[in-house]
């Protein structure tokens, strides 16, 4: 009896294969292949950048450690595939409720979005100081005449502040609270100090409607 079960469950297993295979033969259908891919373009995306991105601070001289590099922070915006154009790198030293210090890095011609820090608590107040590479940051105030840089072609509706600040390496710009800005790397890339007091990303406001701070690799 029980090799008489076994024999059946086997009849029907075989049936049901050429069931399946016949599904796919017929005349007219398209055969369908199931491919068991493993692949994650997120991580795939962030190590490429990642790769790319220290070397920059190598050629600033600037001294990470291996934790400093593991916590490199790709800022995309929630657009990925604009990252090359809107977007930053970051590593953060330090960040409590007394003071914030950065470095900031930038691809040849990366811009880093319009935005400003709202006054909250006593609100942010920050100094760049450009390490490598020229720096333009844009600010309130009045529109500098055929300024050195443009924002990049599909996003320049959301860029409105034009007063042009110059940065080579050493040179400083310190920035009140509230006040709404964006910069851009020159033609070699950029990397540029930050020190400010407690920076907030969440509290952070975009001129553009379709940014997303966060970046995540799961």
């Known amino acids: 009896m029980k090799k008489h079960v076994i024999g059946v469950r086997l009849l029907l297993i075989a049936v049901m294969a050429t069931m399946l295979v016949g599904c796919g033969s017929k005349a007219g259908q398209k055969t369908v292949s199931i491919v068991n891919v493993s692949y994650d373009p997120t991580r795939e995306f962030y190590e490429e950048v990642r790769a790319k991105a220290l070397p ?41 409720e007394r003071y914030c210090g950065k470095e900031m890095m930038l691809f040849p011609h990366q811009t880093c979005a319009e935005h400003w820090h709202p006054p909250v608590d ?20 009045e529109p500098t005449p ?18 042009e600040i110059v940065l080579q390496p050493g040179d400083m710009f310190t920035m009140k609270p509230n006040t709404k800005h964006w910069f851009q790397a020159g033609p070699e890339g950029a990397i540029v100090s930050e020190f400010s007091s407690q920076s907030n990303d969440d509290t952070d406001v975009f001129t553009d409607p379709r940014i997303d701070r966060t970046f995540k690799v799961e």
């Open 122 to 141: 006593t609100g942010k107040q920050e100094t760049f100081r450009c390490r490598y590479g020229t720096v333009y940051v844009y600010v309130d105030g």
């Open 146 to 163: 055929n300024p050195k840089v443009q924002p990049p072609e599909k996003d320049k509706d959301y860029f409105t502040v034009f007063h």
């Open 56 to 96: 920059y601070y190598e050629k600033a001289h600037i001294a990470l450690t291996d934790k400093e590099k593991e916590g490199l922070e790709i800022v995309d915006f929630g657009m990925q595939d604009n990252f090359y154009n809107l977007g930053i790198c970051i590593i953060t030293y330090v960040n409590n």
